[in-house]
């Protein structure tokens, strides 16, 4: 084990979220702009938002976007000689109230601390912290995973595509028969919405009933309630690049209608084995 390999018990736990206000803002704003940097050694310039965006979120709180930025970060139990912690862990998440949903949209942990279940901390820890927040169990807690579209992304850079999904598996994280393709400046690459197995998951497991008999299908998430989640996730991608609310609206109900036949699908079920 190096000399620098760290264990939970010297790490604490703090969330960043609009309450970050008045006296801890100056805290708040380094304590996210060294999580983006952590952020920038996993991504691409194309996947890592700018961390004014970050910034501006956090202040917003939800009164104009359709989620609640928060961040769960691990960082050094004691300050640095600077008087600042060192941030080794955390992650970005997306509160949809109105659908109850969450969206994880970055996780990083750094090498020190990897191997020890950080990540599957973090995202336990946020379901049930902003389900408390929230008022009522998740529906769902989703993340993006980019699909493997050729054997070259197997080795494109030290975090692969295929790297990535095999994290998520580990954590939890199950693919949802559902592609999702983002709007707007986004637009372009291929994901998979993966849903975290959670045993309190309101609409983990499905009971379906037929003529005869009824019958628990395997995880998944009802379709209303992902309809509503990425229609949330499109307005808030799209509300800085459409000149009014109509024509939001219009690009919004356009793309959401694009990915899914939803008149035909009650419920969107999980695929253990739909990675690649």
């Known amino acids: 084990m190096s000399s620098d390999r760290r264990s939970l018990g010297t790490i604490r736990w703090v969330t960043v979220d609009g309450a970050a206000a008045s006296p801890r803002a100056p805290v708040a704003r380094y ?18 938002e700018e961390v004014e965006v970050w910034h501006r ?15 769960l970060l691990a960082t050094d139990a004691e300050d640095g000689p600077d008087g600042w912690p060192t941030v ?34 973090m995202m336990v820890d946020s379901f049930e912290a902003l389900s408390r927040s929230l008022g009522r169990p ?3 807690l ?29 954590i939890g994280f199950v693919p949802l028969n559902f592609d999702l393709v983002f709007p707007g400046r986004l637009r372009g ?11 309190t998951l309101g609409d983990s497991r499905k009971n379906v009933a037929d003529d005869s008999h009824a019958e628990t299908e395997l995880s998944g ?17 799209l509300m800085e690049e459409c000149e009014d609310d109509a024509s939001l609206n219009d690009i919004v109900q356009r793309d959401v209608d694009a990915l899914h036949d939803w008149k035909h699908a009650a419920f969107i079920h999980a695929n253990p084995d739909g990675w690649k």
């Open 31 to 48: 304590l996210i702009e060294k999580f983006h940097a952590l952020c920038r050694e996993e991504f691409s310039v194309n996947e890592l």
């Open 221 to 237: 998430v009802s379709a209303t309630t992902l309809r509503q989640f990425v229609t949330g996730l499109f307005r808030g991608i």
């Open 57 to 71: 979120r956090i202040e917003d709180a939800g009164k104009t976007a359709p989620y609640c930025q928060s961040f």
């Open 138 to 140: 998740l529906s769902a």
């Open 189 to 199: 690459g291929r994901y998979h919405l993966a849903l975290l197995s959670h045993p």
């Open 88 to 121: 080794l862990a955390g992650s970005a998440r997306e509160l949809y109230r109105d659908c109850g949903c969450v969206f994880v949209s970055y996780v990083v942990v750094a090498a020190s601390l990897r191997g020890q279940g950080v990540a599957r901390r």
């Open 142 to 170: 989703f993340a993006d995973i980019a699909q493997v579209r050729d054997h070259s992304d197997l080795n494109r850079h030290a975090f692969s595509a295929a790297a990535r999904q095999e994290v998520w598996r580990r």
